[in-house]
């Protein structure tokens, strides 16, 4: 359950009430443990905080936590002890023993079986069908595993010890072992060593979801069988200390397996699912390895273009619409209200950033560069080459109905701030002609004004003077007097609609002493680009040193300010890589003329 990365959802102090509440519920969970225990493992007036998690595969649960390291968790409103708790109490659960090199295949994540359980003199522990229970090795009580039985002891015996013996929570070195303070199992002597004296290695088995053979015969017998009591103890303690559960040969064999039990585990999943799971990985990579404070608040188009899509692993693909956030927002909200990782603010309308990471995260802190990942190849364009991707927002022009016009458009129940298309308005009107019997008898290009279309459409100087209109006149009297407003549609984002007309990138040359120009571009983030990024990518196409300002009056803006005057280059890039359309930019008419110095 915690072979991989958890997300916090919350960490807060328990309170005494709900200190008194978990002692009772851990004292009817687990009853040998005596009032002297459950003051030690929960006190009153040390630091005990609730932490709760979601593990990678979706599952909700609580952390209860004593000075930081985890002692108990709750699934399900079941209570399971951690190693911690069980290293203090070893004989809390019943436990399974099984040989030291089993122990790295249940890391990775694979299930107990039966046919790898070392059965003692005193035979199996006695436990029914989900009872919790704990796993230890030969020669060392200490447990390094906590799970529930998957069969009763009896259904154990007759099965011929064959199936799944032990269902998997979790383990010593899996990631709820590494939310503590990471310290290792102590040395816990065996009061029974017939079951070090007498067991054999033949089938040692264990497996996630069905049986699967991890170790055989040769190369393990060996160990355990020579040397006296003490040597085989700190020689078990040694081996999961250091993770040499055996000689090397099966050092490289246990790896091997842990790689394939993985690997089954990701073909298990649905593609969605792997998916999920590699926009969060991408996502944890880039901000522990890629952003830097300095670049906040950091446009988060850019954030998915230019630091997840560079963190992927070589032969995958990121695409947020095979996952099952679908949108590149809902993703991001998602790591904000559930894992608490980052802030995201919309600082101009329609155009999110992320204005904040919380860089202590226990989830950001932890994670580690997968072994799969491969740097990128640099490139010397690396800055235009990253922004290939960028797709320019679609621009909708939309007319928005005001109080004068609402009497017009009332049988067509469009409301006054009701905001609709041109192609719309001209139906509307055309249909409120038609029904109401305006055109023109004689000349059907005309419409004959009645009083809704004469208070609606004419100043007050042309009532008495105009009865008719041409359609052309009509319509263009009509979009006139609305709303101007217009729709952004950003790819893989929620369309967002403005008023007023679209804040078009403005590019000016000014005078800097001495008669030195400068060429100055606004307006970028309404475009849904980063400033920075143009900058950049300017300075080394031209040249030139370039600067980021930021825009007086607007909070969160920025200008970029490049040395001589740029205007041509910046009306090329713009144009041809970002696929801006020509009326949406101001001030191309600036660029030098041939012949003419910068």
């Known amino acids: 359950m915690f072979t991989k990365a958890f997300r916090v959802k919350s960490n807060t102090a328990m309170k005494g009430s709900d200190r008194r509440k978990l002692r009772a519920d851990i004292s009817a969970a687990f009853p040998s443990l005596s009032a002297d225990d459950l003051n030690e493992l929960v006190p009153n007036k040390e630091e005990v905080n609730v932490v709760k998690i979601y593990a ?5 649960v609580i952390l209860y936590a004593l000075h930081k390291n985890p002692v108990f968790f709750q699934l399900e409103k079941q209570l399971y002890p951690t190693v911690y708790t069980l290293w203090r109490y070893p004989d809390l659960l019943p436990a399974f023993t099984t040989w030291a090199p089993v122990v790295q295949k249940l890391i990775g994540g694979a299930d107990l079986m039966l046919p790898g359980v070392v059965v003692s003199s005193a035979g199996l522990p006695d ?8 796993i230890n090795v030969v020669s060392n009580r200490a447990p390094v595993a906590v799970g529930t ?12 010890m064959k199936g ?40 040692v088995e ?18 355990g069988q020579h040397g006296s009591e003490t040597a085989a103890v700190e020689s078990s303690c040694q081996s999961l200390l250091d993770l040499n559960l055996g000689e090397q040969e099966q050092e490289v064999e246990t790896e091997e397996a842990k790689e394939e039990v993985q690997e089954e585990e990701k073909d298990s999943r649905s593609a969605q699912e792997q998916m999920d799971s590699l926009l969060f990985q991408c996502f944890l990579h880039a901000l522990k390895s890629k952003v830097k404070k300095s670049e906040l608040p950091l446009l988060t188009g850019t954030f998915l273009r230019k630091h997840m899509a ?13 996952s099952s956030y679908k949108k590149l927002s809902k993703f991001l909200q998602t790591m904000q209200k559930e894992h608490s990782l980052i802030r995201v603010k919309e600082l101009s309308k329609g155009v999110d950033s992320i204005v904040e990471v919380d860089w202590k995260n226990p989830e950001l802190r932890s994670f580690c560069v997968p072994d799969d990942w491969e740097p990128p190849e640099e490139s010397m364009e690396e800055g235009e080459n990253c922004e290939v991707s960028y797709q320019p927002p679609e621009i909708t022009p939309l007319y928005g109905v005001t109080a004068r016009l609402e009497p017009l458009f009332q049988e067509a129940r469009k409301k006054r701030g009701s905001v609709i298309q041109a192609s719309e308005v001209r139906t509307i009107v055309t249909d409120y002609v038609k029904k109401n019997e305006l055109v023109h008898e004689t000349n059907k290009s005309y419409v004959k004004v009645n009083p809704v279309l004469c208070d609606c459409l004419l100043e007050k100087s042309e009532y008495q003077e105009i009865e ?9 009297r009509t979009l006139s007097r609305m709303q101007a407003c217009h ?14 007309q679209v804040d078009s990138i403005d590019i000016t040359v000014a005078s800097r002493g001495s008669n030195k120009k400068v060429t100055i571009i606004k307006n970028l983030e309404g475009f849904g680009i980063d400033p920075a990024v143009v900058a950049d990518t300017l300075q080394h196409r031209v040249q030139a040193s370039s600067v980021l300002h930021d825009v007086p009056g607007a909070k969160d803006r920025q200008l970029v300010q490049i040395q001589g005057n740029q205007v041509q280059h910046v009306g090329r890039l713009l144009l041809e890589q970002y696929q801006i359309p020509r009326k949406y930019i101001q001030g191309l008419d600036k660029a030098l003329k041939a012949g003419k110095k910068k």
């Not at 032990?166 to 990471?182: I, P, S």
């Not at 264990?206 to 190369?219: D, I, L, Q, S």
């Not at 950003?490 to 007023?500: D, I």
């Open 468 to 476: 008719v209109l041409k359609w052309d006149d009509l319509f263009s």
């Open 164 to 203: 799944k013996g032990v269902n998997v929570l979790h383990t010593y070195m899996d990631q709820l072992w590494a939310f503590g303070d990471k310290t290792a199992p102590p040395v816990t002597p065996v009061t029974d060593t017939s079951a070090q004296a007498d067991g054999e290695m033949d089938g």
């Open 127 to 134: 436990v029914k069908k989900g009872d919790c229970c704990a």
């Open 487 to 500: 729709q952004l549609q950003f790819p893989g984002q929620a369309p967002v609609v403005r008023k007023g």
């Open 149 to 160: 039985a998957a069969l009763s002891s009896s259904d154990m015996r007759s099965s011929g």
């Open 310 to 322: 560079s963190c992927c692993p070589r032969g995958k693909h990121l695409d947020i619409k095979k």
């Open 56 to 60: 990678h595969k979706g599952d909700a």
């Open 206 to 223: 264990c497996g996630e979801g069905g049986e699967e053979e991890v170790m055989k015969n040769e190369g393990v017998e060996n160990e």
